[in-house]
């Protein structure tokens, strides 16, 4: 034997290659955090109490058929329960979905800078990232997406509306690339701030896969419905594909909690739709402060705005955070702020006012 016990177990050399997810930084007792897009409200009564009832029996594991949320997700969005597949967080799904697509060798395209988690479950699956450059608008470059594409590519995301910098693709954009996508890619449009547009522009992700089987769907109750603790996502598929989503899910990766809050959450609708209203008005009195201030900013469709500073990212971060907002940095690019609670925000709007005339 060759190997040592110091050198320890043989890890995939694949892993070395990848970031390591950085999650939002907690907020420190009296900080707001702005940090990871999160709902800034409190469950909402119902919500809390059926996850509480859930609780009650978490010695048992929950149905592992999702039934109860997937039926009321058939039922809300119009689509059969054999197209929905769930999962531990959308993120869970968009795993699932590159288990099932791709493997080593094969390609993923996504824009670049987006979703960090692309090019880490990319990687986790053996497969090879290939990020796009957004265009100087912040949005995704779908003419060089498409130009992208090889034999080898499997899948592609397309984040609509962008995370991090909140920019849109419309509907006629979005359905061009689709007619231009060979039919054996599968495009997964990751939909995780549709409840945040007002552009009457942007498509609904829903209308676009009924007459394309190689478009799926992602979903989460992450963001608008305030669930990010509890961990749910779903996709929206044709059947091989959704099949396929049930067979590289992990088992039982949604909780009973997670299931029955989710099906309050979408019974309380218009209840948590009321609170994404006045995070929108947040948006965009955020947005006409910055420009105000005398910052460009790119317009958002989603709970966050996207500060393009460069070298002056990690100040920028750093003179937020002692103002007492946590934002989110990505150093040598910009930062991402989430839409909070009024007061976070108007810390945030003076700290970045007080960070533009020192410089
Ligand atoms: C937050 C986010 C998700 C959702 O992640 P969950 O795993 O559902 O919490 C998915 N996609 C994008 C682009 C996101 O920003």
């Known amino acids: 034997m060759s190997g040592t016990a110091a050198q320890g177990p043989r ?33 909402l009564p119902g919500v809390l109490e059926a996850a509480v ?18 039926e009321e997700l058939s ?68 003419d060089a997406m498409l130009a992208a594409i090889t034999e080898r590519t499997r899948l592609i995301f397309v ?65 608008a419905y305030g669930l990010a603790g509890l961990r749910v996502g779903f996709a929206v598929a044709h059947e091989p594909v959704a099949t396929a989503l049930r067979k590289t899910a992990v088992p039982f990766g949604v909780s009973q909690l997670a299931q029955d809050a989710a099906v309050a959450s979408l019974r309380a609708e218009d209840a948590l739709l009321e609170r994404v209203e006045s995070l929108v008005a947040e948006r965009a009195r955020v947005l006409a402060g910055l420009r105000e201030q005398g910052w460009t900013v790119v317009d958002s469709q989603a709970n966050f705005v996207w500060l393009r500073l460069g070298e002056r990212t ?13 934002v989110r940095p990505f150093p040598g690019e910009g930062v991402r702020v989430s839409i909070g609670e009024t007061a976070g925000n108007d810390i945030f709007l003076a700290a970045a006012e007080a960070f533009r005339k020192e410089f």
Not at 18 to 37: E, H, Q, R, V
Not at 314 to 326: I, L, N, P, T
């Open 159 to 223: 984040c609509n509306p962008n995370n991090p910098t909140g920019a849109v693709i419309h509907r006629a954009e979005l359905e061009r690339f689709l007619d231009a996508v060979p039919a054996e890619v599968l495009v997964v449009v990751d939909e995780a701030y549709i409840e945040f547009i007002r552009d009457a522009e942007v498509p609904n992700g829903l209308d676009l896969y009924r007459d394309r089987p190689n478009v799926c769907v992602l979903r989460t109750f992450s963001k």
């Open 75 to 142: 039922r809300r969005f119009g689509v059969p329960v054999e197209h929905i597949a769930t999962g531990c967080g959308s993120v869970g799904v968009a795993q699932s979905l590159i288990l099932a697509a791709a493997g080593p060798g094969d390609e993923v395209i996504f824009a670049w800078r987006s979703f960090e988690a692309y090019p880490i479950i990319t990687q986790v699956a053996g497969a090879t990232p290939v990020p796009v450059p957004l265009t100087d608008g912040e949005a995704h470059d779908l």
């Open 11 to 43: 890890l995939r050399p694949t892993l070395d290659g990848i970031p390591t997810y950085k999650p939002g930084k907690p907020a420190g007792a009296d900080a707001y955090k702005l940090s990871s897009n999160e709902n800034p409200y409190p469950p």
């Open 314 to 326: 990690v100040d920028f971060a750093a003179a937020c955070a002692a103002a007492g907002v946590v």
């Open 53 to 70: 009832t859930a609780a009650g029996s978490f010695n048992r594991y929950p149905d592992m058929a999702v039934t109860g949320l997937t």
